[in-house]
């Protein structure tokens, strides 16, 4: 009978995976393997490995133990890039791909596209799975603030279409464009808008992040100065 003693192997061969027991041992076997790890550099290869544990007496009497490990392929996750959107604006869809399921936080809704009411930096994080395998990835929206037209007033009385821009620059993002049309924008040489239509305008800005925003501004008409001296019926008399 087994008489409780606790024997202790000496040493393991790690190539022929084998424990050798005391010589004379006929009993209970029992076996208890902490913190065993199996070190193998897979190199990308999925598939599924069988590793065998071969306890054996000195008598020749053995027992074997199989363990299948299987090797899922690593997750190749691929997302779309960082991008700069406007505040209110849609972003392009925010995607990922690589795995068989996502799951992003914050949620990203049926079309991947956001959009955000206060500028800053606004990051989704994805969870890729593929079999028992994930990765992660962030994605960054830099949401920035439309820039800001202070006023537009006239240059001075006699050149009253000639319209001196303010911008507010603690908005936007410097270098400014202008456009009556908010197609073609310009430059405005030293802040002044020449020659704007007399009536109603709207004159829309644009900032480095293609940011737009506008202001309307209305230009009077342009005076009548009559002469000092003048005849009624022109004969300078």
Known sequence: DYDGTVYTAAAVSTGSNQIVLPSGFDGVIIMEVKNAVITTNYNDTAGT???????????????????????????????????????????????????????WTPNLGTNG?????????????????????????VVTINVHELPEISSITPKSEEENNDMVITMDYSKGQS????????????????????????GWNVLYVKDEYECINFKEFYVEPTPIFPDKFFSPNGDNN
Request: charged share 25%; aromatic share 6%; hydrophobic share 35%.
């Open 113 to 137: 596209r956001v959009s955000h009411k206060e500028p800053g930096k606004k990051q989704y994080t994805v969870k890729a799975i593929a079999g028992e395998c994930d990765a992660t990835a």
């Open 175 to 198: 270098p400014f464009e202008f456009s009556l049309d908010g197609v073609d924008f310009i430059e405005v040489q030293s802040g002044i808008w020449e020659n704007a239509p007399i």
């Open 49 to 103: 490995k069988t590793y065998t544990a071969v306890v054996k007496t000195v008598s020749g009497c053995q027992s074997k133990k199989s363990l299948d490990i299987t090797v899922d392929p690593k997750v190749n996750l691929t997302v779309s890039p960082d991008q700069d959107i406007c505040v209110d604006e849609l972003s392009e869809p925010i995607t990922a791909s690589g795995a068989d399921s996502y799951e």
